[in-house]
């Protein structure tokens, strides 16, 4: 599954990260850094984070 976050709509809120932190994770930068990439063994958690983003900034694709 591919992950990908559209930073022109992201706002930082981090829902994304109490959902899938293996995932999503707030840099030292205080700016979102995911992994492109992930197994489908994981996707209820990241779909769970894609659907808590208040400004649906997260899409998903196989």
């Known amino acids: 599954m591919?992950?990908?976050v559209d930073l022109d709509r992201c706002e930082d809120?981090?829902?994304c990260v109490f959902?899938?932190?293996s995932v999503f994770e707030f840099g030292d930068d205080d700016?979102?850094?995911?992994t492109a990439e992930a197994p489908d063994t994981m996707r209820g958690d990241?779909?769970?984070a894609a659907?808590?983003?208040p400004v649906?900034?997260?899409t998903l694709s196989d």
């Open 56 to 58: 649906a900034a997260i």
């Open 19 to 21: 959902a899938a932190p």
């Open 51 to 53: 659907t808590s983003c």
């Open 46 to 48: 990241i779909e769970h």
């Open 2 to 4: 591919k992950i990908n």
């Open 13 to 15: 809120h981090g829902q």
């Open 31 to 34: 700016t979102l850094h995911w």
